[in-house]
C-alpha cells in the first residue's frame, strides 16, 4: 500500500503556493524552528514544495517527501522520496526531525510515524511537530475538525506551545479563493476578509538514547482561552 496520502498541492500548486504564501505570514513557524531546532543534520518529513525548509537557517536539511509531484524541479533543497511511516535512513542519523502540517493528515499512522522518527534520531535527538491548534477564526468555518489535539502527543511525551499568527492574504482574490476551496462558496459567502486569526501548535520532545524522555521547557506565559489553559503548565501562548 502507498504511504502517500493526496493532498491538493500536487496537483493544484498555484492554489498552494496562495496557502503557502498567506498562512502565517509573520513567519512565527519558521521563527520557533529556528530558535528550537539544534544545530546539525535534519529532517524535514512531509516537505511539501521545500517551503519551510528554505527557510530554515544555518542546519543542513534533508527534505523527505512521497510525492515526487510536490517537489520543484528547480531547487537546491536536498530531498528524499519516503513517508512519515517509512523513512529511508538507518537508525540514530538526525540530531533533529520536524514536521509542519504533515502529521495531521487523514490516513497517516502517527504511531508509526513516530516511532520511525524516533529510530533516526540521535540520542538527545529533538522532534517538533507543528499543526494546527484550532480554537481559532481559521478553523471555525471548518465542518469537521481540521486540529491535531495534544492527546496523542501528551500521551508520548512531547510538550506543546501555542503560537498566535493568522492567515493574511495579498488580496481578497487570494482570500475568496483559499478560503472557498477550503471550506465552500456557501459558508465564505460575506465572511470574505484579507485576515483570519490562526493558531498553531508546536509539539515537542527531546529522545534520549534509552529511549523517550519528555522535554520541560520553560516557554513563557500562558495561553488565554479554555483550549490553551487545558495544555497545562508546558502550553504558552505566544502574541
Ligand atoms: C499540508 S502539506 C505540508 C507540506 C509542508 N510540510 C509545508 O508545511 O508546506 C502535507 C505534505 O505531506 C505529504 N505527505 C503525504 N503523505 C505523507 C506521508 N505518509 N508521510 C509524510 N508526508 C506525507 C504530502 O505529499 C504533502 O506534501
Redesign the pocket.
Known sequence: MS?????Y??CNPDL?SIE?SSMDRSGKIVDFLNAHLPQGLIL?????????ARRIRGRRIIC????PD?IPSDDDLLWVK????NIPFHDSYFDAAY???????A???KSK?LAEVERVLKGNGTIII?DNFGDDEFTSFSSGSISEGPAFYHAHGFTSQVLHTSFQFASLEDAHTLMSSYFGEDTMRGNIKQEYEYKVVAYTKLVCAQGALPTYHAFGTFGTSPAEQALGPNASGDR
Not at 523527505?64 to 510525492?67: G, I, K, M
Not at 514536521?99 to 493528515?105: G, S
Request: net charge negative; aromatic share 16%.
Open positions: 504511504d502517500i496520502i493526496p493532498f498541492g500536487a498552494f503557502r524535514d518529513i512531509g516537505a511539501g514544495n521545500g517551503f519551510t523527505l517527501e512521497p510525492d510536490m519516503g513517508s512519515a511511516e514536521a509542519t502540517f504533515a502529521y495531521f493528515l490516513g497517516i499512522d510515524g507543528i
